[in-house]
């Protein structure tokens, strides 16, 4: 009996490092997530099923048939999508893309 409230002393005790620890790592990936959102870029009214179904290989196009501009070295993106659900194309108002 005392082996086993021994060891659940310990373990009580170290909860207190552990409790800290995890809120550091909290603190920590809060910031990775708001680090990565950064280097994003929102584009509003494409029309929803207009990209097929590489939406990266859209917007590669796309963008520089509006701008008008060459870029060297091409573009890059890590990774592209729409955000939130599909929208019907009757609505007229198409989901925002990420990249």
């Known amino acids: 009996m005392d082996q086993r ?41 494409i029309p929803e099923q207009k990209e097929g179904t590489d939406i990266k290989a859209f917007l590669k196009i796309l963008l520089p048939e509006l701008t008008g501009l060459t870029f060297s070295p091409p573009l890059g993106f890590q990774r592209v999508q729409r955000i939130g659900p599909p929208h019907s194309i009757s609505s007229g108002r198409p989901c925002p893309v990420i990249a």
Do not use: C, Y
């Open 5 to 45: 409230l021994t060891t659940v002393e310990e373990h009580v005790g170290i909860m207190p490092e552990h409790e800290a620890e995890l809120q550091a790592l909290r603190a920590k990936l809060m910031d990775l997530e708001d680090r990565s959102r950064r280097d994003n870029v929102r584009f509003f009214g």
